[in-house]
């Protein structure tokens, strides 16, 4: 099984668990079983069936945008990443909740 | 290999020789470096937490001209990691609290003092006064996007750092001779998809670790050695104190690098990050919780109903490390973000949740709903009226409870 590691902002969908193995050929495989079982990290990671434009998805240090995408096939010593945009330490995502 | 940024170079006298005699022994930097940083000028964005280690140790650096760009005055909550300033200059400019320690610091360079929000009508003015490199320091997405974007119009390296609670990022975005932060994030997340307070704060020491290696990369542009992280992102997770170098292209699609430099516009950057950039930003975003009609009621008004017993239940949805600051007695807590995925889950057709996270918010009853300061508690509500809760019921603290240590308990500690 290959494993993700979740980026901090996305714990919260994933009961705090920051690596988590899955199965899978493709990277879209894994990715659709790892929201299979949080439900919840699905809207923040997919737009119906597509990977969200600012959802930077990595095998090991290279991005799946220059491998084959989602049909980039994986193997069990993989490790993705989910590479979250982040914006600064006071604010999060959002400047309004913590000003 | 690096070009060098620039070739100009300038005298040191004895007692700078002396200065950076740790620098000028090591070939690497040697008399004629240290002549180059003199001649050096780096703007940096932002005098926070970034800023903070990146002013202090590029003054004692020895670069000779350094600029700042800074409108915010300094604040005591600032001190858990914005080093260069002081409970002295509480309250003062935070351009003069950092002029001042670099000057203190080392008296021998010149800091140019920017006093304003950087815009999209002044970025291209900041930048175009003859910066070698600028570095961003900031805290939001808006300014995070014009920074890339001034910089690759004006062909100006520009070294990135970012932080959130326990992780950081790093690279030197240079769109001359690698990709720019838009070929990696071509847009940012929109508001309210991921919850920010539940994330929200940073370990002080973060900026100071991130903020430094911001620094070297600097130090290494300029003198033009060693392997810049131009085409690299460092990733920096300090729980696990576990450092991970990805691989950043250059998207030939880029909608900013990938164009002729001239034809780069710089747009209004809050409209496109849905969010405002700064304090004093007219900006308003469309959160779902602005375009309701919520209603609202004092903390005067929280205070009585408990007092009197009324039949009005008060719901306190900040997170729980924050209810160990301060709580008001006789409310019921539930965190937002779990208010929020049991909203998701029951949307999703997922009706646990009424029998979990719902069960001690009753629908039949008034809720005063709260949190710090008023924000996370109108999106609570938002959400609760998109799974049958009436609106009518629903009434937003106003000011939070903050407000409440202002108004009804004085010894009520503030964050």
């Known amino acids: ?99 | 290999m690096m070009t060098r940024l620039h070739s100009r170079i300038a005298d040191l006298n004895n007692e700078e020789v002396k200065r950076y005699s740790r620098h000028v022994i090591m070939p690497e930097v040697g008399i004629e470096g240290q002549r180059r940083l003199k001649a050096s000028n780096v703007l940096l964005i932002g005098t926070g937490g970034l800023g903070s280690p990146l002013a202090l140790y590029l003054a004692a650096a020895g670069i000779g001209r350094i600029g700042l760009v800074d409108y915010d005055v300094v604040d005591f909550t600032n001190l858990q990691r914005q080093v260069i300033h002081g409970v002295s200059t509480v309250g003062a400019s935070k351009l003069d609290s950092a002029a001042d320690r670099m000057l203190d610091l080392n008296p021998d360079i010149d800091v140019v003092k920017y006093n304003e929000p950087l815009t999209s009508e002044n970025a291209e003015r900041i930048f175009g006064e003859d910066w070698d490199i600028v570095i961003d320091g900031t805290d939001n997405f808006p300014t995070r996007y014009l920074v890339n974007d001034a910089c690759v119009k004006l062909g100006i390296p520009n070294v990135y750092g970012s932080i959130f609670r326990f992780e950081g990022q790093l690279s030197v975005f240079y769109a001359e001779s690698g990709p720019c932060y838009r070929c990696m994030f071509p847009e940012p997340p929109p508001p309210g998809l991921v919850p920010s307070c539940a994330e929200g704060g940073v370990l002080g020491i973060l900026p100071g670790t991130i903020g430094t290696m911001q620094a070297t990369e600097a130090i290494k542009l300029l003198l033009g050695i060693g392997e810049p992280m131009i085409g690299r992102m460092m990733l920096y997770d300090a729980l696990e104190m576990s450092f991970q170098t990805i691989k950043v292209r250059k998207d030939p699609a880029c909608p900013v690098c990938g164009i002729d430099k001239a034809d780069v516009v710089l747009i209004d950057y809050e409209q496109f990050c849905g969010m405002p950039a700064h304090d004093h930003s007219e900006f308003s975003s469309a959160d779902e919780s602005e375009e309701l009609d919520i209603k609202t009621v004092s903390v005067h008004d929280v205070k009585s109903a408990l007092e009197n017993g009324d039949d009005v239940v008060v719901i306190d949805v900040r997170d729980p490390h924050e209810w160990d600051i301060s709580v008001i007695d006789g409310t019921v807590k539930i965190p937002k973000p779990d208010i929020q995925l049991a909203k998701n889950g029951i949307q999703g057709g997922r009706r646990l949740w009424e029998e979990t996270v719902l069960k001690d918010i009753p629908k039949d009853k008034t809720l005063y709903v709260h949190c710090r300061s008023g924000v996370r508690s109108a999106d609570s509500i938002a959400y609760l009226s998109e799974i049958g809760y009436d609106l009518d019921k629903m009434f937003n603290v106003e000011g939070g409870i903050l407000a409440w240590a202002d108004e009804i308990d004085p010894d009520m500690p503030k964050y």
């Open chain 1, 1 to 99: 099984m290959a494993s993700i590691r979740i980026p901090t902002p996305l714990r919260a969908y994933t009961g705090g668990a920051s690596n988590i193995d899955v199965v899978g050929e493709t990277v879209g495989e894994a990715l659709m079983n790892l929201v299979e079982a949080h439900p919840d990290l699905r809207v923040h990671l997919f737009n119906d069936d597509e990977l969200r434009s600012f959802v930077n998805i990595f095998i090991d240090d290279e991005d799946i945008r220059f491998m084959q995408g989602l049909d980039t096939e994986i193997a069990a010593s993989d490790s993705l990443r989910i590479i979250p945009s982040i914006a600064g330490g006071t604010v999060g995502w959002s400047l309004m909740e913590w000003k």
